[in-house]
Each structure stands twice: as C-alpha cells, then as structure tokens.
C-alpha cells in the first residue's frame, strides 16, 4: 500500500491510547515472545514523528527513545522480520548511543507491525545484549505475535469508538427525550386541542386537551390509530374531509363550525388544517389544532342582541317621539300664518325646538355608539 508519512502518523496517533485490559494483553504477549526467542527484552512500539513510544515491554523500564535512534525506524520499512545480529559490525548502528552505552544493544529482531488498512505503526521486538540468530520457528513465532499484537491494538480502536458512538448516541436518546418531555409537557398544559393524523385518517398523536375533548364528547377513550373521523360532527363531516384532503396538498385550511348544535354540549370551534412533512420532504400527515371560540362567539350574539335593541330604540326616537313634536311645529306654523298675536309663541317655539334639537342628540348618539360596537365585532 502507498501511503504518504502524514496518513501513517495520523494512524499512530489513533493507537496512541491504551485501556489497561489491552495493555495488560500486551505485557502477557510480549513475556511471552521473550521466552520463546530467549532474549531478556521484548517490545511492543509505536513509532511518531520523533519518538518511539514502549506500549508493552518484558525486560525495561524504559517507555520511550528518540525515533532518529531507533531499530524500528528500519523495521518500518521492511516486509517481514528485520534483524541485525550483531550491532557492532552493522554500519549503520556501531555507533549508536543505545549500542555504545546503556543498554548496549547487540541483537535487535523486529517483526512491523501492519494495520489492516496497510499502515506501518511500529515493531513487536526482541532486544538482546549479546550477538545471536533466530531461528526458523521463533521467527514465525515473532511474525504470528506481530499480527495479534495488531488485532490486540484493533480491537482497543474499535471498542473506543463504539464506546463513542454509543456515547454520543445516548447524549443524543438523552436530549432527544428531555426535548419531547418539554414539548408534551407544552403540548399537554395548552386548553386547545392538537392531534396529528396520517393520510389515511389515523391518529398518530394527540394532546391532553383533544383526550379530554373526545372522552367527554363522544364518551370514548381515544388512542392511537383511532379513525379521527369516529370523533367528528355527522353535520360537518364532508366540510372536515374537504378540509382534509386539501392540507395534503401542502396549504393551510383554516375553519370556524359549530359543533353538536342542539345538545349541552354545543360548541363552537376554529380549526386549522396544517400539513405535516416527514424529513424526506414528504407530506405525511395533517396537524389538526382547534380553539374554542364559544365564549366569543356568544359575546357576539349577547352584542348583536343589544345592537338590534339599539336600533329598535332609534327606531322609536327618530319615528315615535319626534312625530309629537313635528305636530306641535306644524300648529305653531298655522297659528303664524293667521296672525294670532300670542306672547308665548316664541316661548313655545323655543321649547319646541330645544325638544327636538335634544332628540336628535339622542338618535346621533344612539347610532354612533351602535357603529362602534360594530366596529367592536369586526375587530
């Protein structure tokens, strides 16, 4: 596999965190490969971009040297075991500090270790201060390790990251249900009533409020997957499919009807038909939300009631008490034209048409405080 040195360090970094059960593993393991190969060291190392790090070791207590003047560095490079006999008489490492002093390496054997993406990441190892040779089986032996070292260090990665996943998924059930408990705590606490209804006219959810509304309408325990149909008015039926049928079209219908009309339990009800879309776009239900217009509606009848007596008493003012007056004027006018010389005509021309001014203020008043309580309604 081609790799560029960044992928591979970004690799390293990944295995970098051991659990103490895989490392445990790891010491077991590399004990093991020390007495098979019969060398007082033994190595698991990983190899960053200036340390090689001791994840597992038989034989030091060292956890770490610099990278430029590691073994494993050219173990990286190899496919298979790479293996210097005796350092000494190896060019490239007779000089090495871990050669000419502490702990004065003279055998080095390290198989790569190779992830199953194809990464090389470090060596498992055997470290010996006198010259020697492997031998055929404790080379396959040193081979074989390398590989369940690999799987060892897979495993701890796996298990870290569904460690994650499965955090990361409960935080999300966790806020996923606090938000729902907080939306039905909403949904529950509001007087009107909410339900959300499939296509095919099932009841998919529903609030406190439509609960209650149903179990005292219809004498019913309502549930989910309960036809909304059971529960709605014979007389607005049709009106209610139509209303239906034309939310999932995607608009919003809204309606006011009256409910149950004859009965104790008549009421009047402003419902709105709001489409609802699943997250793929789609259109997979209709959220029906009703307010109860009841009280405001008979407010209304209560105001058109005293309206229809207002206008009975203009009615009255402008026909009934203002014929009287007009009688007496049309007299005074006769009188007028014979000449009647009388004091108390103009006295009583005075009164007479103070009278009617009067009654006109009352009729102009009447018809304006009538026009405001229409303008009332309307708002």
Known sequence: MSYTEHQRLATVERFKK?????TSDL?????????????PVALVTLLDESTQWFKASAGTEITCTDREISFCNNTLKQNGIYTIPDTLLDDE?????????EPYVRFYAGATLVTKEGFAIGSLCVVDVKPRELSAHQQK??????????HLMELNQSLHTLAEKRKVELEQSIAIAESELKLKAMFDSSN??????NSNFEIIAFNKSAATFIRDSYRHKVSDGDCILDYTDPLILNQFKKCFSIALTGRIVKREWLLMPGTQKACWKHTTFKPVKNLSGEIMGVAISSIDVTRHKRQEEYINVQNEALRRIALIQSHELRRPVASLLGIMDLIKLEN?????????????NELDEKIRGIVKDSESTLHSRHLAVVA
């Open 18 to 22: 051991l659990d103490a059960g895989i």
């Open 27 to 39: 010491n077991e393991l590399v004990n093991l490969v020390a007495e098979i190969c019969e060398t």
């Open 340 to 352: 009647v010389n009388f004091n108390y005509f103009d006295l009583m021309e005075i009164t007479v």
């Open 192 to 197: 009107d009533t909410h339900l959300l209804v």
């Open 141 to 150: 032996t040193l081979l074989v390790m390398a590989k369940q070292v690999v």
């Open 93 to 101: 490492f007779k000089s090495n500090p871990l050669v000419t002093g």
